[in-house]
């Protein structure tokens, strides 16, 4: 299968998905998560029509960004550690996974203008993943008010690999209330209306459940 021909695909499923939701498909953003495949096949995605690119380590991203530069939105997924925030942060347009204050000041300190971050939230409460926990994170937002050039766009979070769906759409639906949460506190430096949750395996229900950005790797791109 080509990528466009996957792209056919995952788009019948993302309107399916939104008519059951009652909600328009313009609102779902795709990030391509091209982390296990070329360059190459990165500009195939941007060439489909999908121009939101994820990378979750510096130096596969930097690689591509190379290659692609600013043709890309380019979004950092993975859990980005604190000394490698220099290497990253005036390339990248979105951050998806910040999750501690000493992060959030590694940012503000080095990046040249404001942005985005979704706050990563580990709704599951699964030991290996990162992320704050649920009641950690209106506080944390709160105090994100220190760092002038963090945006909180919103948050994000990963379910569990289950084929258990009502596990996974109880974590979306959860991730969904704490939005809401932070959206009700009104802050102008974390308006907090998008939603990054769903992957090849879950993105259909994290879409009934709200979800903006969805970061699809093998359903998309596949994997070389």
Known sequence: MTIKENL???????????????????????????????????????EAGI?????N???PFLSKYEAIGTEATWHFIGSLQTRKVKNIINKVD???????LSLAKEINKRT???IKCFVQVNVSGEEQKHGLSVNEVLPFIKELQQFEKII?????????????????????????????EAMDLNLAYAPCNELSMGMSNDFTIAIEEGATFIRLGSSLVGRE
């Open 8 to 46: 056919k695909k995952i788009k019948e499923k993302i309107e399916t998905a939104c008519k059951n939701s009652n909600r328009n498909p313009d609102e779902i953003t795709i990030v391509a998560v091209t982390k296990y495949v070329s360059e190459t096949t990165a500009k195939s995605v941007l």
């Open 51 to 55: 121009t939101h690119l994820g990378e």
């Open 57 to 59: 380590r510096d130096q």
């Open 94 to 100: 979105y951050i998806h996974s910040l999750d501690r």
């Open 112 to 114: 040249d203008k404001p």
């Open 152 to 180: 909180v766009a919103g948050l994000m979070t990963m379910a569990p690999h289950t084929d258990d769906e009502q596990l996974i759409r109880s974590v979306f639906k959860k991730l969904k209330d704490i939005q809401e």
